[in-house]
C-alpha cells in the first residue's frame, strides 16, 4: 500500500518562510510526477508547484519567484520551500504522487490528508 504524507504547516507570519515535505512510503515501483497542491478557505484546490520524472517543475503564477520545489528520489521525498508567504498563501496543502506500485502496469494517484498553513500575524 503506498501512503503520502505531509508535514511541515502551522501558523506563519505574514513576510515569513516555510518549508513542507512529502514522504510517500509502500512498495512502488517509482514515483513519476510529484507536486503540491492546495485549497484555500471556501475556493477550489488548485496546483502550487510540481516537478515531473524528467525534472521539469512547474509552479503557479501566484507562487514564481517565491517558491522552490526539490525532490529526492532515493528518499521518496518532495520538498516545498515557500518565501514572502501572504495571508493569500492560507491553505491546506497536499501532496500528489504518481506512482507505478509494485506489481501494477500503469499509474496511479496517491494523495496526502493535507497540512494546514496558516499566515497571520
Known amino acids: 500500500q503506498v501512503q503520502v504524507v505531509e508535514s511541515g504547516g502551522g501558523l506563519v507570519q505574514p513576510g515569513g518562510s516555510l518549508t513542507l515535505t512529502c514522504l510517500v512510503s509502500g512498495r512502488l515501483v517509482n514515483i513519476n510526477d510529484f507536486g503540491w497542491y492546495r485549497q484555500p478557505p471556501g475556493k477550489q484546490r488548485e496546483l502550487v508547484a510540481s516537478f515531473n520524472l524528467v525534472g521539469i517543475r512547474n509552479y503557479a503564477d501566484s507562487v514564481k519567484g517565491r517558491a522552490t520545489i526539490s525532490r529526492d528520489n532515493i528518499k521518496r521525498t518532495l520538498t516545498l520551500q515557500m518565501n514572502a508567504l501572504t495571508p493569500e498563501d492560507t491553505a491546506m496543502y497536499y501532496c500528489?504522487?504518481?506512482?507505478?506500485?509494485?506489481?501494477?502496469?500503469?499509474?496511479?494517484?496517491?494523495w496526502g490528508r493535507g497540512t494546514q498553513v496558516t499566515v497571520s500575524s
Open positions: 500528489y504522487a504518481k506512482v507505478v506500485p509494485s506489481g501494477a502496469v500503469s499509474l496511479r494517484d496517491f
